[in-house]
T-cell receptor, first 114, second 109 residues
Framework: DAGITQSPRHKVTETGTPVTLRCHQT?????MYWYRQDPGHGLRLIHY???????DKGEVSDGYSVSRSKTEDFLLTLESATSSQTSVYFC?????????????FGDGTRLSIL | RKEVEQDPGPFNVPEGATVAFNCTYS??????FFWYRQDCRKEPKLLMS???SGNEDGRFTAQLNRASQYISLLIRDSKLSDSATYLC??????????FGKGTTLSVSS
């Protein structure tokens, strides 16, 4: 989606290092989400935000933290990366207007933890 | 029981064929339903929302059966460009989207 930018697109790092992924949106959407996608599991929700400074945990939140200081930015941090966090990470946004509104995804970040 | 189940496929069909994908969901409180398409190494993209009365978008038709907790996607006149993984997605109460693992379609000439 042209309005959602994830950075970096690719990252390789070592176990134990901190990693921060950024999601930036120009859609002014209220809701933002971080997912990970792994073979055999499909997409799983890590954390989500329903407004500036308002966040909550998803299905697989252990080992991850998030922050949202501005409407347009949602950061995902791995405080001390582990090999099990090697994955493809997708950010998504949704406008207000109820749960019938679909989510739209960024291009993804491929993260490898060695 | 898994929350959203799909036949993983792969479905291998010739151009012009009609193909149908099925999806079942376990939570009867589910409120919104979608089909997403995901190309290899790309992000999921919304294909269509699924409405209670069923809906059509060109060659694509989606159906919802709440009593059976069943969603379907029908693709008519398949094109090479339809080759992708199709994700069944269900929104339960709250903000969580639950994704199926996807059904892979390969259309050949």
């Amino acid at each position: 989606d042209a309005g959602i930018t994830q950075s970096p697109r690719h990252k390789v790092t070592e176990t134990g290092t901190p990693v921060t992924l950024r999601c930036h949106q120009t859609e002014n959407h209220r809701y933002m989400y971080w997912y990970r996608q792994d073979p055999g599991h499909g997409l799983r929700l890590i954390h989500y935000s329903y407004g500036v400074k308002d966040t909550d945990k998803g299905e697989v939140s252990d080992g991850y933290s998030v922050s949202r200081s501005k409407t347009e930015d949602f950061l995902l941090t791995l405080e001390s990366a582990t090999s099990s966090q090697t994955s493809v990470y997708f950010c998504a946004t949704r406008e207000s207007g109820g749960e019938t509104q679909p989510q739209h995804f960024g291009d993804g970040t491929r993260l490898s933890i060695l | 029981r898994k929350e959203v189940e799909q036949d993983p496929g792969p479905f291998n069909v010739p151009e012009g064929a009609t193909v149908a994908f099925n999806c079942t969901y376990s939570n009867s409180a589910s409120q919104s339903f979608f089909w997403y398409r995901q190309d290899c190494r790309k992000e999921p993209k919304l294909l269509m929302s699924v409405y209670s009365s069923g809906n059509e978008d060109g060659r694509f038709t989606a159906q919802l059966n709440r009593a059976s907790q069943y969603i379907s996607l029908l693709i008519r006149d398949s094109k090479l460009s339809d080759s992708a993984t199709y994700l069944c997605v269900v929104n339960q109460a709250g903000t969580a989207l639950i994704f199926g693992k996807g059904t892979t379609l390969s259309v050949s000439s």
